[in-house]
């Protein structure tokens, strides 16, 4: 079984079918969704419209539960909220309901998804440092956990002590355990635009990332044409 775990994907439609169609290429057969499907970009019905058709397992990320609820969004960042605001307009009352509804945490074969971190899912903790990564640890009961939310690649073990390691390509050992973030499809903040995601090969132990090219000028130009800030245009070719 090979499994292709995405998130962040925030309406970016071009990134999110370039990686599709690569984890097709690449032989998988399952799929499973971090969160963050909305927000930033401009095809956030079309994203979720895709992922749902999918039927793949998927957890609640910070902006699917912005766009899917009332409340207000003044203490984010402006240009997150005024993207949300568009959002919130963008999606049908299903839809919206649809991503109240989604859970924070779920176990998927024997791997558990988070969209930040399991120890306090809700609150949206960024794990940015092997102390960050110690509390999750703390609460993670299976020997893998998947997660995404800071949009950076990143892997950290849990041994004899917590480590960050690089994140290339992880072979699964008996006694470790495993927190792993795939990074972003839709808006990568390691200062490399390209999407992306993780494969976990389950019969080989092995899990490894693919970055991909995709086309980039037509999620620009789509969010300049959708009067979202073009700050938002700008970052992505930046991979900030
Ligand atoms: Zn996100």
Redesign the pocket.
Known sequence: MKVALF??I?ANLEAFETVIADAEAEGCDSYVCLG?VV?YNANPSECLEKVRAMGCPIVK???DEDAGGDHSLEMMNPVAAQALTWTREQLTGEQREFLARMRMVRQVEDFTIVHSTLDQPNVWNYVTNKFDAMSNFSYQFTQVCFH??T?VPRVFTRGARVQEVNPESIAIEDGMKYFINAG?VG?PRDGDWRASYCIYDMDKKVIYFRRLEYDIKTTQQKILDAGLPEALANRLADGR
């Open positions: 998130g962040d925030h963050d927000g990320g910070n902006h995404g939310h949009h972003s808006q």
